[in-house]
C-alpha cells in the first residue's frame, strides 16, 4: 500500500456539509494522503471535475454521490487511465450495492486506498457512457416522475411507491423497433433494459446475468401482461428470477438499436431523457475501478 496518493472527491453540491465525509476526508490526510474536493453546483459540473482531475494527474478519482453523479464522473474520465472510486451517499446507488461498496464514507474510502482497481466495460447511449443500466419504459417513467423530494425523505422506497400508482393508473404499452446483430423486429414493451451491471430502481435486478467484464450487454424486454401476473413479475425482478417467466425475453449481445415513433423515457445511471432513437454499444475494458467485487460475486 503506497502512501501519499492524491485523490480527487467530486461531491454533489447537496452533500458537501456530510459530516462523515468530512471526518473520512481528514482521516485520509493524516495517514498521508492527498485529498482535493470540487462541489458540484449544476449539471455538467462533475464531469468536467472528473476530466480536469485526471488530466492534472490523480491517483483516483472518487464519486461521491448517487448514481447520476457516478455517471458523470465516468463520462469524464473516459479516455483517460485514472480510476473511478466511488463514495455512495446519494439516494440511488445502485451499481455500488453491486460490486460491495460500503455506505459508510470512510469505509469506502478505506477500500479505494487499499484495494487495486479492475478494469470493466462501459456501455454507450448515443455516444455517452453508462456504467450500470439503461431502461426505457415502465421502470424508467417511474424514477423520472420519483421527485426529488421524495426520493431524499424516502430513499429507496420512493421509487418502489411511484412504481405501484404507475401500475394501478396508467399502464400502457411502448412499442419500438428493435434491432441487434442477427435479428430485428417490431416489439410492445412494458420496459427495456440493457445493463452493463445488473440491477437499477434502487434494487431491481433486471438484468442478472451481466458481467461488466465479457464486453456485452444484456438486454431484458418484459411484454405487455395483465397486472395479475406483473405483480408475480416485480417479486421475481427483486430477486432476479424473473427470466423464466412468459413474456421476458433476454439477450446478450455488443450493440442494440431502438427505434420508436413516439419518444421513449429512457434512463440512463438514474437521470432520465426523452428520446426516439437509442444506439447502445459497449467499450469493453474501458473504465478501471475500484470495488470490493464484481457483481453476483460478492457474499451475499
Ligand atoms: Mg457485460
Known sequence: ??????????????????????????W????????????????GDARRFAAEAAE?????????????????VIN????STVPLGILPVGTANDFARQTGIPDDPRAALELVIERPPVTVDLGTL??????????????????AETGAVAKGVLGPL??????????????????????????????????????????????????????????????CVVAPMALGELAGLMLELRRGEHLERDGVLYAQVPW????????LTVNLDGEPQALTRLEYAVSPAALRVHVAHLPGEGPE
Request: aromatic letters at 6%.
Open 1 to 26: 500500500m503506497a502512501f501519499g496518493r492524491t485523490f480527487d472527491l467530486v461531491i454533489h453540491g447537496a452533500r458537501a456539509d456530510d459530516p462523515g465525509l468530512r471526518a473520512a476526508a481528514e
Open 28 to 43: 485520509a490526510r493524516t495517514i498521508g494522503h492527498r485529498i482535493r474536493a470540487h462541489v458540484t453546483w449544476e449539471a
Open 56 to 72: 492534472r494527474g490523480s491517483d483516483a478519482v472518487l464519486a461521491v454521490g448517487g448514481d447520476g453523479t457516478v455517471n458523470e
Open 76 to 79: 469524464g474520465l473516459i479516455g
Open 126 to 143: 448515443n455516444g455517452r457512457a453508462f456504467l450500470n443500466v439503461s431502461s426505457a419504459g415502465l421502470g424508467a417513467e417511474t424514477t
Open 158 to 219: 420512493a421509487y418502489a411507491i411511484t412504481g405501484v400508482r404507475k401500475l394501478a393508473g396508467e399502464m400502457s404499452a411502448y412499442r419500438a423497433r428493435v434491432e441487434g446483430p442477427g435479428f430485428a423486429r417490431d416489439v410492445e414493451f412494458l420496459a427495456l433494459a440493457v445493463g452493463n451491471a445488473r440491477a437499477t430502481g434502487a434494487g431491481t435486478v433486471i438484468t442478472p446475468l451481466a458481467r461488466l467484464d465479457d464486453g456485452l450487454l444484456d438486454v
Open 256 to 263: 442494440l438499436r431502438v427505434e420508436s415513433e413516439t419518444p
